[in-house]
Nanobody
C-alpha cells in the first residue's frame, strides 16, 4: 500500500522556521521525483519545490526561493522541506507528492505531475 505521510506542520510566528517531513512507503522511493505543493483557502494549488530522484536537481517557486530548502534521504525514504523566514502568505496545507511522469523537477512542480499524494499538513504563520 502506497503511503506518503507528512509531518512537521504547525503554528509559527512570522520570521520563524519549520521543517516538514514526508515519509514514503509502498513504492520504490528512489525511482520517483518528490514535490511539495501547497493550497491556501480560496487559492489554487501551488508547486512549492520539487526534487529529482538523486537529489541533485531542484526547483523552487519564486515565492519561496531563498527561504525554503528541499532535500531527500533515499536511505530513509524521506523528503524534507526546511522553511525559514516564514511569512503569513505561506499559510496553507502542504502536501507531498511522488511522480515519475515529469522530465524535470520544474515540470513536476508546474504541472503537478504526480502519481501519489499525501494527506497534507497544516502550516499557519501568524502572530
Amino acid at each position: 500500500q502506497v503511503q506518503l505521510v507528512e509531518s512537521g506542520g504547525g503554528l509559527v510566528q512570522p520570521g520563524g522556521s519549520l521543517r516538514l517531513s514526508c515519509a514514503a512507503s509502498g513504492f520504490t522511493f528512489d525511482y520517483y521525483r518528490i514535490g511539495w505543493f501547497r493550497q491556501a483557502p480560496g487559492k489554487e494549488r501551488e508547486g512549492v519545490s520539487c526534487i529529482s530522484t538523486s537529489g541533485l536537481s531542484t526547483y523552487y517557486a519564486d515565492s519561496v526561493k531563498g527561504r525554503f530548502t528541499i532535500s531527500r534521504d533515499n536511505a530513509k525514504n524521506t523528503v524534507y522541506l526546511q522553511m525559514n523566514s516564514l511569512k503569513p502568505e505561506d499559510t496553507a496545507v502542504y502536501y507531498c507528492a511522488a511522480g515519475r511522469r515529469a522530465t524535470s523537477s520544474q515540470d513536476m512542480c508546474l504541472m503537478a505531475l504526480s502519481d501519489y499524494w499525501g494527506q497534507g499538513t497544516q502550516v499557519t504563520v501568524s502572530s
